[in-house]
DNA sequence: AGACGCATGCAAATGGATTTGTGAATGCAT
DNA sequence: ATGCATTCACAAATCCATTTGCATGCGTCT
């Protein structure tokens, strides 16, 4: 691998007119820039960027910080946030918390102090509710931008209006006449799951629609919790027995209608169905859900303009806080 | 942030010892040992990563050259690649070599040759059946193991039992009692798609059932050409009309089985579905699919394995080249 | 007592690129 | 022709950690 030196001899010039070559190209006269760009070519030399890294403080790269890029929500997320970050010239390091077996409690804040020994040019955190994880957030002193809900505004955050998706898929199923409804949440430790709880049974309410916390049940976000609770509706009968069901997430909607299928329950006929978010995948479930939210890549790419604009000092207030609004989108299912 | 010299003041000794102290502890005494691990601890010390790499020569970075992380197949050995590196402290940057709207026949050489600028210690790079690929991977001077189909030698590869799997699938279908059956396969690019083609008919041949290739559909392994597939069996009738129909993938049997559902053809009444392919995300779907595969992590792990020993000279003979082999799982699909 | 070996700690060289400060050369105006 | 302002190129310092080779001191063996 040849470096600056070879690259400087072979042109007969001096190392640091090579190097202004590559980074201050109008300081050096044409003839010569040409000459030494000739060299670089022949050689095939590009600058090695641990040593770029050690003289100027940055390493190019951000580390993103997610739950399991298993779940989809995150696989789309990630996959946003790194098309962005290579349009800057950025690699990103993505780091799953939640490993299997391990404590996911206690793992954010380890990941979180490991990072700071990374030296990473930028943080982006994936929303995953650590309690003690915002103290920690403020001692960083690493340009961070949080996805999710945060309720100090320790750093810029974005999140995605859970609240108002909730809201959209309780007025749907109000308006589509249902008098009887219940839900299926998100863990309480997720802020995002209270909120979309909470913005459906506000429209609920706002629709004169009767609601008890008994038609809560209270999920993981994972498949198997969303099995559960088919399991638990079918328990329920008479005056009990809901027509529809808002389920709080994607991966748990895939165990309810798993479910569903394996009882020989109907959707939409038996019972509707309607969940809060929106991913790519949905296209090919079926029954097609009717859904609120929006395409998690929108919340990464808003993340990523957020932590460049940070990072190239296009902004430096205080900590900014940005929501992306939901879209109700209507299906065979509820 | 402290330095390695800072530390060395503070412990009132040479920056040599607290080189020694982290890194080969042994060589220094007890007592100073101590003192120095504890001027170590008081200012919060670790070593800068990037003047250490530029010292060693060793990053600590593998790159994983993937299509798209979008793909389940590629999320799973994704996240099990990466547990598996972190284990021996190694980071992973992931590249998707199918950037929306890239031209991917040239993506993949590109990034190869992007990639030996960032000096990784080691590549993983997926299946995807580039043109010139497997020459410019003999040009690489990184340790490498190439997952999938390598037609030459190059480097060490580890691949699914592709044939063997498709020849499960069409032995069970035989079976079955199954006369006339059609299969939806990858391109043609993709070794992987023509060996599970190649196994699905030699089981076919080897239990005299008539198969022609009139009956293959060409796919992309992507869920709108699964769509496009159900809808050519739709136009299948009279002694054309298929009783079963094997997919090469994951994605183009969601397209399939949508499409299906949209039609109301039922499954397995209708048409049985077998496919290729295992991953956690078909326990939830619907009908549960008969299907020949192995979880893609375990193609990972072994990929990491081999890269480790290569790593840390473990292993230096010629490349090596292993199999995993398919396990056929029945459901009521097929 | 002298020679030798071992344990221990340090100074200095090394890795590769960026950047500051300085001197030389050129251009322009007087 | 002289003085001043630019432009241009370079030497050397810097970023931080690792490692080689050397110096010191202590104990042991002959």
Same mark, same amino acid.
Request: charged share 25%; hydrophobic share 40%; proline share 7%.
């Given at each position: 691998m040849s470096t600056i030196s070879k690259v400087a001899e072979r042109a007969g010039v001096s190392r640091t007119t090579v190097s202004h070559v590559i980074n201050h190209a109008n300081r050096v006269s044409k003839p010569l820039?040409?000459?030494?760009?000739?060299?670089? !070519?022949?050689?095939?030399?590009? #600058?090695?960027?641990?040593?770029?890294?050690?003289?100027?403080?940055?390493?190019?790269?951000?580390?993103?910080?997610?739950?399991?890029?298993?779940?989809?929500?995150?696989?789309?997320?990630?996959?946003?946030?790194?098309?962005?970050?290579?349009?800057?010239?950025? !690699?990103?390091?993505?780091?799953?918390? !939640?490993?299997?077996?391990?404590?996911?409690?206690?793992h954010g804040r380890d990941y979180l102090r490991q990072l700071s020994r990374k030296r990473v040019d930028g943080l982006l955190v994936g929303d995953f509710a650590l309690?003690?994880?915002?103290?920690?957030?403020?001692?960083?002193d690493t340009p961070t931008v949080f996805i999710g809900h945060l309720a100090n505004q320790a750093v810029d955050s974005v999140k995605i209006d859970d609240f108002g998706g909730g809201y959209m898929v309780g007025e749907h199923l109000a308006r589509q006449g249902h008098k009887h409804v219940v839900q299926v949440t998100g863990p309480e430790l997720f802020e995002s799951a209270m909120a979309r709880a909470d913005g459906f049974e506000q429209?609920?309410?706002?629709?004169?629609?009767?609601?008890?916390?008994?038609?809560?049940?209270?999920?993981?976000?994972?498949?198997?919790?969303?099995?559960?609770?088919?399991?638990?509706?079918?328990?329920?009968?008479?005056?009990?027995?809901?027509?529809?069901?808002?389920?709080?997430?994607?991966?748990?909607?895939?165990?309810?209608?798993?479910?569903?299928? !394996?009882?020989?329950?109907?959707?939409?006929?038996d019972i509707a169905v309607a969940?809060?978010?929106?991913?790519?995948?949905?296209?090919?479930?079926?029954?097609?859900?009717?859904?609120?939210?929006?395409? #998690?890549?929108?919340?990464?790419?808003?993340a990523v303009e957020m932590l460049l604009d940070r990072l190239n000092g296009k902004f430096d207030g205080p900590p900014r806080t940005e929501v992306i609004p939901c879209a109700l989108r209507i299906f065979e299912s509820a």
């Open positions: 820039r040409e000459k030494v760009q000739a060299a670089i !070519d022949e050689l095939g030399y590009s #600058p090695n960027p641990q040593a770029k890294s050690l003289r100027t403080g940055r390493t190019n790269l951000i580390a993103m910080l997610i739950p399991d890029i298993g779940n989809p929500f995150y696989t789309e997320m990630v996959k946003a946030a790194q098309a962005a970050l290579e349009e800057a010239g950025l !690699d990103a390091l993505i780091y799953n918390t !939640d490993v299997p077996g391990g404590n996911w409690q206690t309690h003690g994880i915002t103290e920690e957030l403020l001692k960083l429209a609920l309410k706002d629709n004169k629609i009767r609601f008890s916390r008994k038609q809560r049940y209270l999920g993981s976000y994972l498949p198997p919790s969303g099995r559960e609770a088919a399991q638990w509706i079918a328990t329920l009968s008479g005056d009990d027995r809901p027509s529809a069901v808002f389920v709080g997430n994607y991966l748990m909607a895939m165990g309810l209608l798993a479910e569903f299928h !394996d009882q020989g329950v109907r959707v939409p006929k969940i809060f978010g929106d991913l790519p995948q949905l296209e090919y479930v079926r029954p097609n859900l009717t859904r609120a939210g929006e395409n #998690p890549g929108a919340l990464a790419r808003r």
